[in-house]
């Protein structure tokens, strides 16, 4: 808790699911936090319980496929407190179905938050880091960087990404102190699967994710990453059900 205490944490992405528990969690070890996400009502709803317990919250409406909204969204964390520690690219989508069934526009929206929002989150936070001499970007990824599933071939494509993106920039980075985490969520109990459209592939979801865990295991998993010593770098952390076959 001490180790986190004061640091300034951006979260994309807040308000529902592991964006929210790992506010949550993190405000509670005494972080400054930023949080982000298009939905402002319930971004206002979190940041008002979060303030009755005497947190720091700044709110920042929030959309990943806009680059100059990710920008915004950095600059008012350092505008704020006059740095950014840490920024947990967490917002993401899984529209799930075969790519037989063609749903294109969903295919880009995919890859627009999953993909390009990581790298704008990146973009925005990485000079600011390296400029202040420190630095730890955090990418919620999913098992499905590590398996490819039918139903599921962009959804995993957009997460493979994400996880070679993290890495290659880890290792980009090893001359400075800038560290670099990739958390990869088994079935996790949240919202995500409420925007599959394709009939069969909600179905097939329903079973997949028959055991699922509480959003909070992967926010007690960042905040661990996050409260290593500076010199100690937790890579990569996959969390899932004790139960769970994938």
């Known amino acids: 808790m001490e180790a986190i205490k004061d640091q300034v944490i951006a979260i994309t992405g807040a308000s529902s ?16 936090l930023v949080i982000g996400a298009r939905r402002m009502d319930r971004l206002d709803e979190l940041a008002g319980s979060l303030r009755q317990h005497g947190a720091q919250v700044l709110t920042v ?10 920008q915004n969204f950095v600059d008012l964390a350092v505008s704020t407190y006059g740095r950014i520690d840490v920024l947990i690219n967490n917002a993401g989508v ?18 627009d938050i999953n993909v390009k929002g990581v790298l704008y ?65 088994g079935t996790i109990r949240s919202e995500l699967a409420d925007s599959i459209t394709d009939a069969d592939a909600a179905a097939a979801m329903r ?32 969390v899932r059900p004790t139960r769970s076959p994938a």
């Open 17 to 32: 699911g592991i964006g929210m528990a790992t506010a949550q969690v993190l405000a509670g070890m005494g972080a400054r």
């Open 61 to 70: 409406a929030l959309d990943v496929r806009q680059r100059a909204s990710v």
């Open 94 to 111: 899984m529209p799930l179905s075969k790519l037989s069934v063609g749903k294109v526009d969903e295919w880009e929206d995919t890859i």
């Open 121 to 185: 989150g990146i973009a925005a936070a990485l000079p600011r880091m390296k400029a202040q001499g420190m630095g730890h970007l955090i990418s919620v990824a999913s098992i499905g960087a590590h398996h490819a599933f039918p139903g599921a071939a962009v959804y995993c494509g957009s997460k493979f990404a994400v996880w070679a993106i993290c890495e290659a920039l880890r290792q980009e980075e090893l001359d400075g102190d800038i560290r670099v985490t990739t958390i990869s969520p």
């Open 207 to 238: 079973d997949f994710r028959a055991v699922t865990i509480e959003p909070e295991a992967i926010a007690q998993a960042i905040a661990y990453a996050i409260a290593q010593p500076r010199e100690v770098s937790v890579s990569e952390v996959v």
